[in-house]
C-alpha cells in the first residue's frame, strides 16, 4: 500500500520567511509524528499527535514552531520567520494506536538563505 | 534523559566481509529499540524492533541482537547494495504517558565496496 507521503520534497525559502510542509500519513495510522534531522545529528521528536487527543508539543524548539492535524489525517507543520538554523530535513512518520512502529516519509528538505 | 550511542561512525567493508554494527543505549525502561536503514536523500526505513534482552531478529543479510545495555546489527557477507546508514533508536516507557518517542542515534555509515 502506500506509505507517508510528505511535501514539497525540497524547499529553499528567505530568513524571516513563513513555510508550511505537509504530511500525509499511511491510511488507517492514528499515530503522527514529526522529527527534524540536522547534518551530522540524530532525528529530534518534534511533535506527535494520536487520534483526536491533544498533541505532545514537548519536542518544538520554539513557539515559531506549530504544527496542526485536520480530520485526523494530514498533518501541517508551519515555521514562522525562518531562521538559518531551521535548516535541516523534516521528517514525517506515522503509525499505529499502540504507538509501535513507526513508518518515516521521504522528508522535506528545507533551507533558509 | 534517554540516550544512544552508535559505533562506529563509519564503517567501510569489502563485499563478502561479514561485520557487526554496535548500539549503546541508556533508557529509565526499554519498551522497544528499533534498527531503521536510510539512504542518501530518503526517509529512514523500518528493519526491526526488539523488545527484551536475548531476542533476535533476522531478515536477509541483517541479524540483529539484543542486551540489557547494547544492541548489535550483524551483517553476514554484506553486498554493495546494504550499502547506507543504519540508524538505532529507542522507546521508553514513561510514567507520564509518553512512550512513543523515538531517541535516535546518529547513526553507522556503511559503505560495503564491489
Known amino acids: 500500500g502506500a506509505g507517508v507521503s510528505q511535501s514539497p520534497s525540497n524547499k529553499v525559502t528567505e530568513k524571516g520567511k513563513d513555510v508550511e510542509l505537509r504530511c500525509d500519513p499511511i491510511?488507517?495510522?492514528?499515530?503522527l509524528y514529526w522529527y527534524r534531522q540536522s547534518l551530522g545529528q540524530g532525528l529530534e521528536f518534534l511533535i506527535y499527535?494520536?487520534?483526536?487527543?491533544?498533541?505532545?508539543k514537548s519536542g518544538l524548539p520554539s513557539d515559531r514552531f506549530s504544527a496542526e492535524r485536520t480530520g485526523g489525517s494530514v498533518s501541517t507543520l508551519t515555521i514562522q520567520r525562518t531562521q538559518q538554523e531551521d535548516s535541516a530535513v523534516y521528517l514525517c512518520?506515522?503509525?499505529?494506536?499502540?504507538?509501535?512502529?513507526?513508518?518515516f516519509g521521504p522528508g522535506t528538505r528545507l533551507l533558509v538563505l | 534523559e534517554d540516550q544512544v550511542t552508535q559505533s562506529p561512525e563509519a564503517l567501510r567493508l569489502q563485499e563478502g566481509e561479514s561485520s557487526s554494527l554496535n548500539c549503546s543505549y541508556t533508557?529509565?525502561?526499554?519498551?522497544?529499540l528499533f534498527w531503521y536503514r536510510q539512504d542518501p536523500g530518503k526517509g529512514p526505513e523500518f528493519l526491526f524492533t526488539?523488545?527484551?534482552a536475548g531476542e533476535e531478529k533476522e531478515k536477509e543479510r541483517l541479524k540483529a541482537t539484543l542486551t540489557k545495555k547494547e544492541s548489535f546489527l550483524h551483517i553476514t557477507a554484506p553486498k554493495p547494495e546494504d550499502s547506507a546508514t543504519y540508524l538505532c533508536?529507542?522507546?521508553?516507557?514513561?510514567?507520564?504517558?509518553?512512550?512513543?518517542?523515538?531517541?535516535f542515534g546518529k547513526g553507522t555509515l556503511l559503505t560495503v565496496n564491489p
Open positions: 512518520a506515522s503509525g499505529g494506536a499502540f504507538q509501535e512502529t513507526q513508518y
Open positions: 491510511s488507517g495510522h492514528t499515530a
Open positions: 499527535f494520536q487520534g483526536n487527543s491533544a498533541p505532545d
Open positions: 533508557v529509565s525502561g526499554l519498551r522497544g
Open positions: 526488539l523488545y527484551s
Open positions: 533508536a529507542v522507546q521508553a516507557w514513561s510514567s507520564g504517558g509518553s512512550n512513543y518517542k523515538l531517541t
